[in-house]
């Protein structure tokens, strides 16, 4: 994909989402961090559901910890892999207290630290939190990017850093958002909506659905 497509790209997802975020419902970067814990192999709909019981009882680490592994897990227990995830999130928040003085880090050596957390759910703290110009490549960004030719790679790591390298400055900090609802709604994994998709020309998928 040329430079010149790719600012076309992005320049039509900005004009049809201008200001686009997740869609994991949080109010501070710990309610964030948590959920994007939660998230892994489960629907942001599902996790919401969870936090929305969650997080009015418990939305800090020290209040968290307070509710203890047992008492976390009741209220997750509807989200997938829920026993280890409960086991991470304690884990994490015993050290956001006692190294942090409870607050989220803002770098990616510190969030890397923390249990659960590795370079894709840090990459999406430091950008939705924090405002930060990095690239989680979750499966519909690496999706999106192989199947358009946007950031072709064999592996989540290599597509990330091909994305940093090709997205033009003024779109990258909200590019992750705009690659993931896309992959989501649009380009999809079974049948894309290719007929419906605003990016369609400038695609270089040789298997496009037709209706």
């Known amino acids: ?35 994007v814990l939660l998230s892994a192999q489960s629907t942001d709909v599902g996790v919401n559901k969870a936090t929305r019981k969650l997080f009015p009882v418990a939305n800090t680490p020290a209040a968290m910890l307070d509710l203890g592994e047992e008492g976390l897990k009741r209220y997750i227990s509807t989200i997938g892999l829920y026993n280890a995830k409960a086991k991470n999130l304690i884990a994490t928040c015993r050290i956001l207290v ?4 409870g607050e989220v880090p803002r770098t990616r050596e510190a969030l890397e630290a923390l249990p659960g957390v590795g370079r894709k759910t840090a990459n999406v703290v430091l950008n939705t939190a924090f405002g930060e110009p990095t690239m989680a490549v979750d499966t519909h960004i690496f999706r999106v990017s192989n199947r358009t030719g946007l950031a072709r790679g064999k592996t989540p790591r290599a597509v990330e850093d091909k994305l940093v390298k ?16 896309h992959g989501r709604y649009v380009c999809k994994a079974r049948k894309p909506d290719c007929p419906r998709c605003p990016i369609n020309d400038l695609c270089a998928w040789p298997y496009k659905t037709t209706d």
Do not use: C
């Open 1 to 35: 994909m040329t430079r010149t497509d790719v600012v076309e790209l992005f320049r039509r997802l900005r004009e049809l989402d201008p200001h686009p975020t997740t869609e994991l419902e949080y109010r501070t970067p710990f309610e964030l961090l948590a959920a």
């Open 98 to 101: 006692e190294q942090h003085g």
């Open 166 to 181: 090709v997205i033009p400055a003024e779109f990258l900090k909200d590019a992750h958002h705009w690659l993931i609802l």
